[in-house]
């Protein structure tokens, strides 16, 4: 079997950090309504588990799940609104880097077929 291309791995990480917004997108949803404790305290658990690179943007992704985490379990020390802007400023970043990547990786690919 032919191991992937390594532009075709970076993009498959790509989908994973989307599918992670889309997840913490989902709790920044339910904040003002109806949350459901078992998906923020999964999500909180994959934030660590796909080794972020940390940005100048705070908070970091390690306290991020921490606090999402304690919150969740009824345990925060911030208010949910707090939180709130933390996984906003989570999910703006992020996405603006696999953005930027994407582009990247997209113009590389292009160049690659027109040589």
Known sequence: MVPPA???SLQARYR???ALCDAV???VDSIAGRMDRAH???TA???????LVETVEKPSHKHLAATLQGAASGRS???WEAIDSMLRVFLDGLRR???A???TIEAMRRSKTSH
Do not use: G
Request: with cysteine; net charge negative; charged share 20%.
């Open 97 to 99: 880097h696999v953005a």
């Open 101 to 103: 990547d994407q582009a």
């Open 25 to 27: 997108e989902a709790i």
């Open 45 to 51: 658990t994959q934030i660590p588990a796909l080794h």
């Open 77 to 79: 020390k911030f208010a």
């Open 40 to 42: 923020c305290i999964a």
């Open 6 to 8: 390594p532009l075709d």
């Open 16 to 18: 994973e950090l989307l």
